[in-house]
């Protein structure tokens, strides 16, 4: 069984607050950084008092920092089609969304290298391909678009988000150099899933389930999964992810690589105009720090869908990754002319957001490493839980960093954000406790400065 839907249900509708003295317990044990068992979970997705929160957030920030430090990974999407055999009702890419006809487009492989380099040429090294449901493009089309993307741009690292697929065809967009397949249940409960999925290959909630088995199966070494928040009680979402990332570990000996906090937009002619369950911006943070805490070497995900303010809120309470600068429509970054799938909350470019992460005390990264190494994984699971991770991020971070100031032309009008860059890079380097890396460090970025690039540990 993938993930005990009774025993969620339960704990969902048996879930009280903690008392002070079992959160201490409960947080103690969470900063061991092992995770939570379910129970734990719920308690801590229960606290309604404002001094448990402040607590259950400083727990999560805390052992995000011993984990990964105070890296914050950016990548942007890139939306490849939106034709769509579906019929999602929340979303503006499904088949029967009149609002979308005539806005319909497929980028060919050629458009999509030529996307990924308007993404590049605004500094970022790695990008996710996203794409609606067509049978008629395929697994083919999908290849042909990672192959282009490698082929002419300085992407570093592609990440797919696709329909579910076949072992088989797992195992070709693997070969092809995709690090990570990530696919979202939007929502673990079975009869909220029918209704929402009324039509498409999608419907089959069990096939969807069961994906990240298949990929794991394959060869795949990282899945990234998460629940579309608003669909269903967020509790049961978290819980359920939860759980379905430890059926990962326990079967394949990796957590999931990253659980995204996906909330509803609003999207162009979607049957579905509200959440049915909307998820207040306290319990998006309760959801992030409860996931930390719980599948610890998990990237918690953070997309555009949330407004600037928040997301720098979640940065606090768990979260690692952030999206920046997205388009959601094909062809987006050069131009504006398709349906975006939803509309984005958080419109600032690349430089604005790192700017902002820097001057909050973090650390904006875009390495790429771990996949390019080999560091992915049972391996990267492991090296995470056990405190391995955090100085090779900090490492590689800085030295992403120092490429980023280095190459890409922050505009003359905003030199407060070069500043804010440069003094985050001179304090992190400082930061380095270990004096064998700090020289390690020292000598590559002086390698950068002489113009090498593409340098980590
Ligand atoms: N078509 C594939 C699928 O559905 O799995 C992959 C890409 S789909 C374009 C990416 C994700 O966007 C979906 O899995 C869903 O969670 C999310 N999404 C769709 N409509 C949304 C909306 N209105 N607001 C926020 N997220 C949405
Ligand atoms: Fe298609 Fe994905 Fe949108 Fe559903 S969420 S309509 S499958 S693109």
Redesign the pocket.
Known sequence: MIVDFSKIERLVKDAVPPTDADLDFILEKALVGRGLTLEDAAALLSIVDAGQKKLLYASAKALKVRLFGARVVLFAPL?LSNR?V?S?V????SAGNKAAQGGRRSLTPKEAAREARAIEAMGFKRILL????DPALGLDYLISCVNAVYENTGIRIIHV????MEGAEFKALKAAGVGVYQ??Q?TYHEKTYARVHPGGK?RDFAYRLSTMDRALSAGFNDVGM?P?LGLYDYKYECLSAISHSTHLYEKFGTHAHTVSI??????LG?ALKDAPCPVTDEELKKSAAVLRLAIPPAGIVVST?EPAALRAELLHCGATQLSAGSRTNPGGYAEESTIE??STNDKRSLSEVMTAIAKDGFLPSLCTTCYRVGRVGHEFTEKTVSGGMAKLCQANAILTLKEYISDVKLNNRLSVEKDALVNMLASSIEEIEDQTLKKAVLKKLKEIDSGKRDLYF
Do not use: D
């Open positions: 939306y769509c579906n999602c929340y979303c503006a890419f996203v794409t609606g449901e988000n696709a329909p579910p696919s979202f939007e999608k998460g579309l996906p909330r509803l937009r609003p999207a979607a869908r799938q939803f």
